[in-house]
């Protein structure tokens, strides 16, 4: 019997394929380094692969796209009760293929090369907008023991720089705060690079353009949501899509039967 789902658990280096026919009886059981999976995918006949939705899941699932496979991501949540015994790799892998055979289970849509790309730039203005958060809280904090204080937010820290060059604290101490400022300085610039970057995309992007006509919605958050889910069709109802989103955001986006792509029963803007 031809093969017809496979499950593949995925890996750094050692993989695991789990293949079944249509019956449910097992075809191939094997273990596959990093460099065999793709020629051992390309060898048999297109069918069902599936995967857990993790961080390398959607390169591989585009990869295996080109194959002529139908690829499946799954929350790895949604696997995790097919497992039928100790968690091995073999045990994953029979679990995610039997996982994809379950009528009613939900699928994450495979990203391009292009959403995961714009991801990249909100997580990296994120990690940096986190690193100078935690840098301008110690410069305040330093400058405390000092008995030097201004208000909060980034933008008073220019006073307590002022302060300290006034002569209120002491060469060693300010070559130390000093280096702190210029750390915090390109970290600045950093920031608005990505969000530059983050901003032409918007502008080239019909989706994230129409987003941002509704109220409270910004160029960020558009990019964010577009690259996050790629078109609204990846849902079943604008109530799936709320649910994804989680209130009161959700709230936000449906006000006034407004919507950035066509859900059903919502009107398209």
Known sequence: MPIVTIGLDLAKSVFQLHAIDEQGAVILRKRLTRGQVLPTLAKIPPCVVGMEACGSAHHWAREIQVLGHEVRLMP????????????????????ICEALQWPTMRFVA????????????HRGRELLVKQRTMLANAIRAHFAEFGIITAQGTQNLGKLKQAAEDGALSKTVMDVLNLLFDQLDGL??????????????????????RLTSITGIGPLTASAIVASIGTAGNFG???????????PHANILLAGNKCWVGFPNVVMV
Do not use: C
């Open 76 to 95: 790895a949540q949604y696997v995790k009760p097919y497992v039928k015994q100790n968690k091995t790799d073999a045990a994953d892998a029979e679990a």
């Open 110 to 121: 495979v990203k391009s090369v292009e959403q995961q790309a714009v991801m990249l730039n």
């Open 188 to 209: 600045n610039k950093r920031i608005k690079e990505l969000e530059l970057r983050i901003h032409a995309w918007h502008k080239n992007n019909e989706t994230s353009k």
């Open 237 to 247: 109802t604008a109530r799936s899509f709320a649910a994804w989103l989680g209130s």
